[in-house]
């Protein structure tokens, strides 16, 4: 029976106006590919970002040595600063614009997190709608470690494990790039163990712990390998 659907509403109600008959209906959002709220892997769980996790995260973040690797985060790094970056990316979490993973062990606690931020959709005048599956699935990988978890491969070991799950929910369409700034060696040579490659020429992006324009590279995930990547840890990696 069709029923009638109201907007923004999970429900669709029978045209005979009989709530005893109703169907609950998902709304749209609900069928769309999503990814698992924790991931194990062989060392770390993988689990949300909370609030709770603030003062750790100030605490890591403060080091210039990983703020200045980083677009947003600001140096110093104060608590009220932690707290409402994690809101706003907890925000981007609840609507569908990231996948946020705090890198854990037994006891949970903080030790960096790697995501997934959705990238704006690109219009194209010839396609009716410009946000349409493949989009859906492109992605910019960004990641973080707290000083102290430095040389064990924890970054790697994350990295590997979030990509093997995006691959896993959203299949053929994935697409995922990363920006890294030249001065970061470290992070280049964990994206290239990753299966990115470099995009050809090279852009400046703002770091606030920096308060100045820095040169950036470019890299594209090779989308060919479709195999899962398999859990080698680089202990010579170091933060971001």
């Not at 990814?35 to 769980?45: A, K, N, V």
């Not at 709770?52 to 973040?61: C, E, K, Q, R, W």
């Not at 993973?101 to 997934?116: C, E, H, I, R, T």
């Not at 852009?203 to 712990?209: H, K």
Request: proline content about 7%.
């Amino acid at each position: 029976m069709q029923g009638n659907r109201v907007a923004g509403f999970p429900f669709s109600f029978p045209a005979d106006g009989h709530l005893a008959s109703f169907v609950c209906k998902p709304p749209f959002e609900r069928k769309r590919h999503r990814m698992r709220d924790t991931i194990q892997t062989e060392r770390l769980t993988l689990r949300p970002l909370l609030l709770s996790d603030a003062l750790a995260y100030s605490a890591f973040g403060n080091d210039y040595d990983i703020a200045k690797m980083t677009g947003s985060f600001p140096h110093p790094f104060p608590l009220m600063s932690a707290e409402f970056k994690i809101m706003q990316l907890r925000s981007l979490v609840t609507r569908k614009q990231a996948y946020v993973y705090v890198l854990s062990q037994d006891n949970g606690a903080f030790m960096g997190d790697v995501s997934l931020f959705k990238n704006p959709p690109k219009r194209n005048p010839s396609e009716s709608n410009p946000t349409d599956r493949k989009q859906d699935a492109s992605f910019s990988i960004g990641y973080w470690l707290g000083r102290p978890f430095w040389g064990n491969g924890y970054i790697s070991e994350a990295a590997r494990a979030l990509l093997n799950e995006a691959r896993a929910t959203f299949k053929s369409d994935l697409r995922v790039n990363a920006s890294i700034y030249t001065d970061n060696p470290e992070s280049v040579s964990v994206i290239n163990k990753l299966g990115f490659e470099p995009c050809v020429g090279e852009a400046t992006g703002f770091s606030m712990a920096r308060l100045a324009n820095a040169p950036l590279l470019h890299f594209r995930l090779n989308t060919a390998v479709s195999a899962p990547l398999k859990d080698t840890f680089d202990t010579t990696e170091a933060i971001i």
